[in-house]
């Protein structure tokens, strides 16, 4: 699979955007057959009116305690927070000493497009191998959510600033 230096460049142009901002309201969580909740949702670039980007948020049946928060450009994921334990650790890749990451990273952490645009231009792959560890106080979907808005120039409007979680199922069966 190739990569081109424009879809590179159209990505950087994208998250450069201070104008782009979450439709309304917030998307309902989907059961994707595939062990989690999924809400995805639209993101507008207000002075074009264009719609190329959705922001992913993603709970895990087996542990909902560690959701994902993504950025997903035209059906590519360019960036990506993950919730984890303190206590659970994955390692970078080898190339990730050289962008100043560290070796291993435990806890939250977030796959940037900034360190792993190289990769993607390199293999072809859409992928976002390095990670960066966050030591801001991600113990909650919500905290999640406004730092990754924040990070990335997503405006929130007003009446979409509570997250709605799934109820149906998240803490077991909600008909015992």
């Keep these: 699979m ?9 990505v950087d142009l ?3 955007r201070k104008d782009k901002q979450l439709t309304e309201p917030q998307p309902e969580w989907v059961d994707t057959g595939r062990e989690d909740y999924q809400c995805t949702w639209s993101i507008i670039e207000m002075e074009t009116g264009v719609e190329r980007s959705t922001l992913k948020l ?4 087996a542990s909902f305690e ?3 928060v993504g950025l997903i450009f035209r059906g590519n994921p360019i960036a990506r927070l993950d919730r984890a334990r303190d206590s659970v650790c994955e390692g970078n890749p080898p190339y990730a000493t050289r962008l100043g990451l560290p070796y291993r990273v435990c806890g939250p952490h977030l796959h940037s497009w900034e360190h792993n645009r190289h990769h993607v231009a390199l293999t072809g ?3 976002l191998p390095a990670r960066v560890p966050i030591t801001d106080n991600m113990s909650r979907l919500n905290q999640m959510f406004f730092w990754f808005c924040d ?11 509570q997250l709605h979680l ?6 077991g069966d909600p008909n015992a």
């Design 14 to 16: 994208y998250l450069a």
């Design 2 to 10: 190739t990569v081109t230096e424009q879809q590179l460049e159209d």
């Design 58 to 61: 993603r709970i895990p049946f």
């Design 151 to 161: 990070k990335f120039s997503l405006m929130i409007p007003n009446n979409c600033r």
């Design 166 to 171: 799934p109820d149906r199922g998240l803490f």
């Design 66 to 68: 560690n959701p994902s």
């Design 125 to 127: 792959l859409w992928e």
